[in-house]
């Protein structure tokens, strides 16, 4: 038998409970990985871009 320790119980909890909001942060964390690690020039001008467009539609 598998055994859980209560921290791992705790979280899944949490999650399931605040669905979006463990999907938000989980998106959020991928994209700073990606742009840390992955992205080259190009995606960096296209992401700068698209915030740029978004932070127009928020005001």
């Known amino acids: 038998m598998v055994k859980i320790n209560k921290q791992t119980q705790a979280n899944k909890k949490w999650q399931e409970k605040h ?3 463990a999907k938000y942060l989980s998106d959020r964390s991928r994209a700073r ?10 995606d960096l001008d ?9 932070k127009d539609n928020l005001d």
Not at 48 to 54: A, M
């Open 19 to 21: 669905k979006e909001r």
């Open 33 to 42: 990985t990606f742009i840390r690690k992955f992205a080259n020039k190009e």
């Open 46 to 54: 296209e992401f700068i871009d698209l915030i740029d467009e978004r």
